[in-house]
């Protein structure tokens, strides 16, 4: 039905060189396919990451969040290449991570993405402004003369310039914090990951972190932040939810927040991700529904025919909207044609009918709250209806 | 400017001053031993051939009947002969100034050498050396130190290396009585140096110089009766020698002179030298294995050491840090410790060395020159200083290098086991499971429980502690053995030959006559008149043997128990019979019993039949004989030249009054004593010449009791160290500063007794193979092995404290570990 302008996202293996933005085909900044880490303990096996597919823009900022041991910590220690997967394949920009060996990994590492860790981990025995000169050291960026004035660049960004000849163990969490993200810049790398930046740290001095961290998106940076701190996630651009090892569709569990984790992981699994490319029809008035929508990225717009056979823009819904659950639950043929936003296209979680109802029989909540949507948008279609037809005539 | 990982690489060895120290020393340790070693092993020997060359050093020593100028002039005409000379030696005994005034009544006081308190009826042995001309010496030479030079008449001029032991000083008079019987009054006009002589206390006797005119004032001939000769040509072979030696002795006995001995040394080489690189050669074993535990040291320091990094290199690495970069900070780090230990322990190996070599220089009578370090040991320290530690660090290095650095960063904490096999962090696990469980309930307080299960959880660490201490304590507990088999053995020789003092005549008498003078005496109840004489083997090939002690006890004597090896002991109808012991075995393997055997006694070539072979006491070669036999093969029929005598009580003192009763007694019946000593005083000086090896021996048991002891406060300081969190969990769950202390102590004080069982152990063999090799040293048959179980408690107790010394600095520190420095210690 959609022809070529639909690209099912989250397949897994690689893609050919000439199918995506970058090198190794993956359009987007950092793309996980089905990541697996296990670990094995004295305690038995563990699977900290249970196949997770993930895509990251750059100039997002991204905050995973989840449970204490839901794997936040080792989903980005896979990005970063602090850890090794045990299966699976990691795409950040032009380098397939888990090819590399772990001398090349450094040096990547060193250039490409700056890591910031919740206990800061400063050398304790340089100064503020040497351990700063320290990657770009390893990494031999810039000469030696403009180590030293990067480093005093940064540490006047981060607003801790006059600690710079000092030892860390005489800087205050804060402070120590912040050398750690000028540290994390010094290679001026497109990526920052930090691992609970802010965990160790008290309200205030977490809040001027914070802040940092949204200039420096505003400046084109791509910040992979994990914290447990659900006002702080809200804060970044895109919340990646995990779960038991497993990601959660961000706005499946918006959209239900009834749900289990449980019900959330086994819905995220049963959805499918869609792309549309600009202007593709998703529901055409009049055809048999088939399917129920969620929003993830991008705009829709609700189309109405007008009597001249003209179109009618009627509404737009964004990301965290739904639509098609009017057909499957009332029956009959789509009110409206949704189509996706002619500039930005859209990208979708689509269920089929059948996981749809077992999303609705799983919870009287959801089922209620479904319920009442479909409600509401009928009046609202037949006010638009009527409203078209007052127009008309 | 210094780039910021090298400034890490500064900071963290200033910063953490305590580690560096152990570390530095660790290294330091190996090195410092191998420096003193191997530098006095050079310097010694080195000075001491250096300073034998110089005196033109006789290629061979002959032994004869007086002789003239004629002959000498003769010899020095020889072809192949370069140089000789003739000398006169003659064996007299002295007494020095202190003993004459204690005789006289006066008591000495002030500074008077200690040699000196003597009993001042006590003769001591001196050899009085005249030359002709002192000024034209040409081969063995010697020179003047102080005083007058050369002797002038009636005066004496003492060898430097004699001086303390004959207790004197310039200008001192001394009392010397011949063998003649003829006593003179000598003053010491001067001090030489004769390169050829070593120290007095190691020979017995004191070394003098007289002019011939002197020798004349005691009796004696101006004729010479030692031929030193310096053969012509470079680098001879001994054969050649011994053919140059047969051609003198040919010339000699063609004038009617009996030749006794021939002595030819070692071309190059110092006498003493042949003893000494053995014993150097001991010591540079023990060097190496000082080394050798300086180099577990080092890897087990070293594992600490980049254990406690292992998260900062993770760090690094999250922060672009490539593995070999990681692998070049550290060895960069290796290096300035080794660096360092080099700084500490070049200077400290060359005073040890220097002091050591001084020692050997006191004893063997050469001079020590210059304090410069020899480059070819001073190459072998870098080496050791540089590759010890690289090599021990660089597998730790290596493997810490190329672990991820999430693993890396999570291996700290409560958890921080063993690190993760290979396989395991291929896979990506965290941990393994623990091969046994601790199931057996010990009735043990908790602190101690805990203590014992700490002491188990760094199996590597502990393994390399206790090598060191193991090695240390066992070598220490078997140089006391070889101690006590030194005893054992002087037991079993005076077990051998049952007597409490010797008396040795000017001349023969009749063997009952000496007896029953003997038996008179009060305090003496057994008697006995023995031959002694000397012999060389006249070997199938026409070679002759060194000289040979031949001695004929009586064929019904008590005071003998020999251990007959094989074959019988002698018994009174024997006539040619002769029973060797092992030692001349050694020397002459082709013998076995009913062999045939030359011997050239007193210049006669005589035919004999081995019939037994005695084991091995006394530690020299020796052959019996039928005493009746003997002293008619020797024309002397029942004649004897030594006295034999058993006391009551058998104490040294005594044994001394036994046997100064016994010399008054026959001088009083007009019997000639030449000199008489007790057992003990021959025990003592044979212990004496032990004890210098057994000092050096203790030194460097000393030593790696030391090395031992800085690992062990290494191990404990890094399991304090790595255990920071789990004692500070402690202090929060209640622990108190004893409780903490106490786990600490025990614990190190448990490595120290588990070192000593197993050291004790190792001990025995080690003593068994040292007291072997140090026999076959110095008496050349292994000793009888007495295993020194006061050398085992004394370590026990020494390991003991080692261990809590060492414990107690990491014990303070965890003892003062606070809740809140844990909170903070992420």
């Known amino acids: ?393 | 400017m210094l780039s910021p990982r090298w400034r890490k690489v500064l900071r963290d060895l200033w910063g953490n001053k305590l580690r560096t120290t152990l570390v530095v020393l660790s290294i330091a340790v190996g090195i410092f031993a191998v420096g003193m070693i191997s530098g006095s092993q050079e310097a010694t020997m080195a000075a001491l051939n250096t300073g034998w060359q110089a005196t033109n050093p006789s290629s061979m020593t002959i032994y004869t009947d007086l002789f003239d100028e004629e002959l000498l002039y003769a010899v020095r005409h020889l072809p192949g002969v370069k140089e000789a000379d003739g000398l006169r030696a003659f064996g007299a005994r002295f007494k020095n100034p202190a003993q004459l005034a204690a005789a006289a009544g006066n008591v000495p006081t002030g500074d008077t050498p200690v040699n000196a308190m003597l009993d001042p009826e006590k003769w001591r042995n001196i050899s009085l050396i005249a030359y002709p001309d002192f000024e034209a010496i040409q081969v063995g030479k010697i020179w003047p130190q102080s005083g007058a030079w050369p002797p002038p008449e009636h005066q004496i001029l003492i060898e430097r290396a004699s001086m303390a032991w004959m207790g004197v000083r310039t200008d001192d008079t001394i009392l010397v009585e011949a063998p003649n019987g003829r006593q003179r009054r000598l003053r010491v006009a001067g001090v030489v140096h004769d390169p050829g002589q070593m120290q007095a206390t190691w020979m017995g006797q004191g070394i003098a110089y007289i002019s011939r005119d002197t020798l004349e004032w005691f009796g004696a001939s101006r004729d010479f009766d030692q031929l030193h000769v310096v053969a012509a040509g470079e680098n001879l072979t001994r054969s050649q020698l011994n053919q140059l030696a047969q051609q003198v002795r040919s010339k000699v006995e063609k004038s009617g002179r009996t030749i006794y001995y021939t002595y030819i040394p070692t071309p190059g080489k110092h006498p003493a030298g042949e003893a000494v690189e053995p014993i150097l050669m001991v010591l540079g074993v023990l060097g190496i294995l000082a080394l050798v535990l300086s180099g577990f040291l080092v890897v087990n320091t070293m594992q600490a050491l980049l254990t406690q990094q292992v998260r900062q290199m993770g760090i690094m690495k999250a922060i672009g840090a490539r593995s070999n970069q990681i692998m070049g900070i550290y060895l960069g780090m290796v290096i300035a410790f080794g660096v360092l230990a080099l700084a500490v322990a070049v200077p400290l190996g060359a005073l040890g060395a220097r002091g050591f070599t001084q020692y050997m220089g006191n004893l063997l009578n050469f001079d020590v020159i210059g304090l410069s370090i020899p480059p070819r040991v001073l190459a072998t320290e870098i080496m050791i200083g540089l590759a010890v530690p690289v090599l021990a660090a660089l597998y730790p290095i290596f493997s810490a290098a190329r672990i991820t650095p999430r693993e890396a960063m999570s291996d700290y904490g409560l958890a921080s086991g063993a690190r993760q096999t290979s396989a395991a962090r291929s896979s990506g696990s965290t941990g393994k499971k623990p091969r046994f469980e601790l199931r057996v309930r010990l009735p043990f307080s908790r602190p101690t429980l805990l203590s014992l299960r700490n002491t188990f959880r760094r199996k590597g660490r502990l393994a390399l502690t206790l090598a060191t201490l193991i090695l240390g304590g066992a070598i220490f507990i078997a140089v006391f053995s070889v101690r006590e088999s030194v005893f054992k053995t002087l037991d079993s020789m005076y077990d051998y030959v049952d007597y409490d003092a010797i008396v040795a005549f000017r001349r023969e008498y009749r063997a009952d006559q000496i007896a029953r003078e003997a038996l008179k005496v009060p305090g003496i109840v057994a008697a006995e008149g023995w031959r002694f004489d000397s012999a060389r083997r006249i070997r199938p090939d026409g070679t002759e043997s060194d000289p040979v002690f031949m001695r004929a006890p009586q064929p019904d004597s008590a005071l003998i128990r020999p251990r007959i090896a094989e074959g019988r002991w002698i018994v009174p109808d024997d006539e040619n019979a002769v029973v060797i012991n092992t030692m001349f075995l050694k020397d002459e393997p082709d013998l076995k019993v009913g062999s045939p055997l030359k011997l050239k006694i007193a210049g006669k070539e005589t035919a004999w039949q081995v019939v037994g072979i005695a084991s091995g006491t006394p530690p020299a070669p020796m052959l019996h004989v039928n005493y009746p036999y003997m002293s008619r093969l020797m024309g002397a029929v029942e004649q004897a030249g030594i006295a034999i005598v058993v006391t009551a009580p058998r104490d040294p003192a005594s044994q001394a009054a036994a046997a100064k009763a016994l010399e008054e007694h026959l001088k009083a019946v007009g019997m000639e004593v030449n000199y008489r000593q007790t057992s003990s005083e021959e025990r003592t000086q044979i212990i004496g010449r032990f004890e210098v090896l057994i000092v050096f021996l203790l030194i460097m048991a000393v030593l790696l009791a030391v090395v031992g002891a800085i690992g062990l406060t290494g191990t404990m300081s890094l399991n304090v160290l790595e255990r920071t969190r789990e004692i500070g969990v402690m202090r929060a769950i209640g622990a108190s500063d004893g409780s903490v202390f106490q786990i600490v102590v025990v614990e190190g004080l448990l490595i120290g007794v588990i070192s000593w069982c197993f050291g004790a152990l190792l001990a025995y063999p080690l003593g068994k193979l040292l007291s072997d090799a140090i026999g076959n040293i110095t008496m050349k048959t292994a000793m009888d092995y007495a295993f020194s179980v006061n050398g085992m408690v004394g370590w026990l107790v020494i390991a003991s404290v080692l261990a809590v010394v060492a414990s107690l600095l990491p014990a303070r520190n965890a003892s003062r570990v606070s809740v809140r420095d844990v909170l903070a210690y992420e």
């Open chain 1, 1 to 393: 039905m959609f022809g070529s302008q639909l690209r099912k996202n989250g397949s897994s293996g690689a893609k050919t060189p000439s199918n995506g933005r970058y090198r190794n085909g993956n359009d987007h900044l950092i793309e996980l396919h089905d990541v697996v880490k296990t670990y094995r303990s004295a305690a038995g096996e563990f699977t900290a990451l249970k196949g997770i597919d993930l895509e990251v823009d750059g100039g997002e900022f991204v905050a995973v969040i989840g449970k204490s041991g839901s794997g936040k910590s080792t989903l980005v220690n896979m990005i970063t290449g602090i850890d090794r997967l045990t299966s699976g394949e990691i795409l950040v920009g032009d380098t397939a991570i888990q090819n590399l060996k772990e001398g090349k990994l450094a040096e990547w590492r060193g250039r490409n993405i700056g890591v910031i860790f919740q206990f800061f981990q400063l050398l304790p025995t340089l100064t503020a402004a040497e351990n700063i000169m320290l990657p770009m050291d390893f990494c031999r960026m810039y000469s030696t003369r403009e180590r030293r004035e990067r480093a005093m660049h940064l540490l006047e960004l981060v607003g801790v310039a006059d600690q710079a000849d000092k030892l860390p163990s005489t800087l205050s969490g804060g402070q120590q914090q912040r050398v750690a993200i000028a540290r994390a810049l010094a290679n001026d790398p497109p990526i920052l990951a930090a691992d609970e930046p802010t965990g160790n740290l008290d309200s205030k001095t977490a809040e001027s972190v914070f802040s940092l961290f949204e200039t420096l998106v505003a400046q084109g940076k791509t910040i992979l932040m994990v914290t447990h701190d659900r006002d702080l996630a809200r804060r970044a651009t895109r919340t990646v939810i995990l779960s038991d090892g497993a990601v959660i569709e961000e706005y499946l569990a918006k959209t239900f927040p009834a749900l289990t984790e449980a019900q959330l992981i086994e819905a995220t699994r049963n959805l499918e991700p869609v792309k549309f490319l600009p202007g593709a029809v998703i529901l055409q008035q009049g055809a048999a529904p088939d399917k129920f929508f969620i929003i993830t990225r991008g705009r829709v717009e609700v189309v109405l025919p007008e009597a001249n056979g003209q179109e009618i823009v009627a509404t737009t819904m964004v990301k965290g909207q739904y639509f098609g659950e009017v057909e499957l639950r009332r029956g009959g043929h789509n009110i409206a044609t949704i189509r996706a936003d002619p500039v930005l296209g859209v990208e979708v979680a689509a269920f089929e009918r059948a996981e749809f109802e077992s999303l609705l029989a799983a919870s009287t909540a959801v089922h209620d709250a479904i319920d009442r949507t479909v409600s509401e948008r009928i009046a609202e279609n037949e006010a638009a209806r009527s409203r078209l037809e007052r127009n008309h005539a």
